[in-house]
């Protein structure tokens, strides 16, 4: 079986590779992370002019692509980079709006690079759980009116807009009764305060008090997101895991050249029996990613979704977190320092295991779907 890409496919992995390879060094990558936005928006313009926000969603909302091959495609030549252009925060407050069917002009300006989103779901308590949510939306004279608390929003703090998740009906942990709203990031009664992950990317926390809405702020069905937020989740997952392959490639070429070149007792310690034997593992692992992850790519719109995604997932956690502790461990002490790349891809990798769920919490996933069968 042909598991090559397209040919449009691979002329837009070749098209965004050699772009971040001229344009976007880890020196490039620092500065725009260290920037008052924490990211470029001479750069968020020039991969809009390319057309990659595009590519994230589909010709009936305005795109040109939103199959999962094509989000796998970008996301793994951006993780090949390190790239800290909100990309993610915008395909998973885009993938709300084009699946609902509904304020599409806020979806045709972030593909214009005019609008910056972010999705506001994850909140204090919650942890990895998508139906708990606590934040509720009460009816008002204008429309509804929003209180709650929203953690980790990525690149909520650079957002025009928020796609915001409420609870209108139903307990804490119901999966019915929750809603999807579209709001401004500056209207009154939102409170964001922005911080820097670990990893040279962005966050927020955002409060909202008494945020006042119109009605036609509702994003699809009032009490009915459920079923868009696990698809949002399925989008976002797909997307850091493809990532988290496109660093590791990275990881694995700097580790390769470091052994062809380091040398002891006067031979390069490639030549080490033991670490070719490391090597071997990494990439044989390397290769078991690309092989789910084109597995759930091409199940993103099937009904075994869930199940290829929580595999793919679960694999990334573990074999991703092991590619990264190697490289780390076989450059020796020049990788920890900040100058030198490894150690920063190393530190997303490891990172993009606790997103959507880490390695754990996918295991369990995957047993429940496979005892549900």
Same mark, same amino acid.
């Given at each position: 079986?042909?598991?090559?890409?397209?040919?449009?496919?691979?002329?837009?992995?070749?098209?965004?590779?050699?772009?971040?390879?001229?344009?976007?060094?880890?020196?490039?990558?620092?500065?725009?992370?260290? !920037?008052?936005? @924490?990211?470029?928006?001479?750069?968020?313009?020039?991969?809009?002019?390319?057309?990659?926000?595009?590519?994230?969603?589909?010709?009936?909302? @305005?795109?040109?692509?939103?199959?999962?091959?094509?989000?796998?495609?970008?996301?793994?030549?951006?993780?090949?980079?390190?790239?800290?252009?909100?990309?993610?925060?915008?395909?998973?407050?885009?993938?709300?709006?084009?699946? !609902?069917?509904?304020?599409?002009?806020?979806?045709?300006?972030?593909?214009?690079?005019?609008?910056?989103?972010?999705?506001?779901?994850?909140?204090?308590?919650?942890?990895?759980? *998508?139906?708990?949510?606590?934040?509720?939306? =009460?009816? !008002?004279?204008?429309?509804?009116?929003?209180?709650?608390?929203?953690?980790?929003?990525?690149?909520? +703090?650079?957002?025009?807009?928020?796609?915001?998740?409420?609870?209108?009906?139903?307990?804490?942990?119901?999966?019915?009764?929750?809603?999807?709203?579209?709001?401004?990031?500056?209207?009154? @009664?939102?409170?964001? =305060?922005?911080?820097?992950?670990?990893?040279?990317?962005?966050?927020?926390?955002?409060?909202?008090?008494?945020?006042?809405?119109?009605?036609?702020?509702?994003?699809?069905?009032?009490?009915?997101?459920?079923?868009?937020?696990?698809?949002?989740?399925?989008?976002?997952?797909?997307?850091?895991?493809?990532?988290?392959?496109?660093?590791?490639?990275?990881?694995?070429?700097?580790?390769?050249?470091?052994?062809?070149?380091?040398?002891?007792?006067?031979?390069?310690?490639?030549?080490?029996?033991?670490?070719?034997?490391?090597?071997?593992?990494?990439?044989?692992?390397?290769?078991?990613?690309?092989?789910? *992850?084109?597995?759930?790519?091409?199940?993103?719109?099937?009904?075994?979704?869930?199940?290829?995604?929580?595999? *793919?997932?679960?694999?990334?956690?573990?074999?991703?977190?092991?590619?990264?502790?190697?490289?780390?461990?076989?450059?020796?002490?020049?990788?920890?320092?900040?100058?030198?790349?490894? @150690?920063?891809?190393?530190?997303?990798?490891?990172?993009? +295991?606790?997103?959507?769920?880490?390695?754990?919490?996918?295991?369990?996933?995957?047993?429940?779907?496979?005892?549900?069968?």
């Amino acid at each position: 079986m042909d598991f090559s890409h397209t040919e449009e496919r691979q002329m837009l992995a070749d098209m965004v590779g050699r772009f971040v390879r001229d344009e976007y060094d880890i020196e490039t990558r620092h500065a725009n992370a260290q !920037s008052e936005d @924490g990211f470029s928006r001479h750069h968020w313009g020039q991969f809009a002019e390319l057309g990659l926000i595009g590519a994230l969603f589909s010709e009936s909302s @305005g795109g040109f692509g939103g199959a999962g091959f094509d989000i796998a495609v970008v996301f793994e030549q951006l993780g090949g980079g390190l790239v800290v252009e909100p990309f993610l925060a915008n395909l998973l407050a885009g993938t709300a709006l084009a699946a !609902s069917g509904g304020h599409g002009d806020a979806l045709d300006a972030v593909m214009a690079g005019s609008c910056l989103l972010a999705y506001a779901h994850g909140e204090p308590a919650s942890r990895y759980s *998508l139906s708990h949510v606590e934040t509720v939306a =009460r009816s !008002s004279a204008s429309g509804y009116r929003l209180n709650g608390n929203k953690a980790v929003v990525l690149s909520g +703090d650079t957002a025009n807009k928020l796609v915001v998740s409420a609870r209108t009906a139903g307990e804490t942990v119901d999966a019915d009764g929750i809603s999807l709203f579209l709001i401004p990031a500056d209207a009154d @009664g939102v409170h964001i =305060r922005s911080y820097p992950t670990i990893d040279g990317y962005r966050a927020a926390e955002i409060a909202l008090k008494d945020v006042e809405l119109p009605a036609d702020s509702l994003i699809g069905g009032e009490g009915q997101a459920m079923a868009l937020i696990e698809q949002v989740n399925a989008v976002g997952t797909l997307a850091v895991s493809a990532e988290a392959l496109g660093a590791i490639n990275v990881g694995i070429d700097m580790t390769l050249e470091y052994l062809k070149t380091r040398k002891q007792f006067g031979v390069p310690i490639g030549k080490f029996q033991a670490l070719q034997h490391r090597m071997a593992d990494m990439m044989t692992e390397r290769e078991q990613i690309r092989s789910a *992850l084109i597995n759930a790519a091409g199940n993103l719109q099937s009904e075994q979704r869930d199940w290829q995604i929580s595999a *793919l997932k679960n694999l990334v956690g573990r074999a991703g977190r092991n590619i990264a502790e190697e490289c780390i461990q076989m450059h020796g002490g020049i990788a920890m320092t900040w100058e030198y790349a490894v @150690g920063h891809y190393a530190k997303r990798i490891v990172m993009i +295991d606790h997103m959507f769920g880490d390695q754990d919490y996918h295991l369990q996933r995957i047993i429940k779907l496979g005892a549900a069968a």
